[in-house]
């Protein structure tokens, strides 16, 4: 069978893109580093998380070894528990695991212009592991629209010089 030689150009540059997009979808689901929230991060009681241990008083604690922290946020409506009224405080040079839950209903916990983006589901804790090299400003906002006062919720992470963040600011 004689198969025109545009005809076999078409061909084969409509498979490409077939393969070409099937690969980025695969990336997208498996390669870039995405996750579900899961159970790795643990469960607290959806209607009082501030029952379990570290949820209790949420903010910045000691890891499990010297320069990390374990930082636990209470996202609800509308508010990130700390965050929103005092600045969540890290300092630089450090490796910092967010530990975001909710105590109401789904929110979104994302540190502008970095690459740190979770959903807060009641209930559920996410976790998310960062390295902070260098001093800087930090916005956070919610991405999931939660209530009349999505808009408004937001809240500040300052990654501060070593020098400046103080014992006394760990729980
Ligand atoms: Cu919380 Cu939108």
Request: charged letters at 15%; proline letters at 6%.
């Amino acid at each position: 069978m004689h198969v025109h030689r545009f005809e076999r150009l078409w061909l084969v540059a409509a498979l490409a893109m077939i393969v070409l997009f099937i690969g980025t979808v695969t990336y997208g689901a498996v390669g870039a580093g995405y996750g579900m929230v899961d159970d790795t991060g643990g469960q607290v009681d959806p209607t009082d998380a501030t029952a379990s241990e570290n949820f209790r008083e949420p903010g910045v604690y000691n890891g499990s070894e010297p320069g990390h922290y374990d930082v636990y946020i209470e996202a609800k409506q509308f508010l990130f528990v700390p965050g929103t009224s005092d600045p969540v405080r890290v300092p630089a040079n450090s490796t910092v695991t967010f530990h975001v839950t909710s105590t109401d209903v789904v929110h979104g916990f994302e540190v502008v212009g970095t690459n740190i983006n979770t959903m807060a589901v009641p209930g559920q804790v996410a976790t998310i592991t960062v390295e902070f090299d260098d001093p800087g400003q930090y916005g956070l906002v919610c991405n999931e629209y939660c209530g009349s006062g999505h808009h408004t919720m937001e809240g500040s992470l300052e990654v501060v010089p070593p020098g400046q963040f103080n014992k006394s600011e760990v729980n």
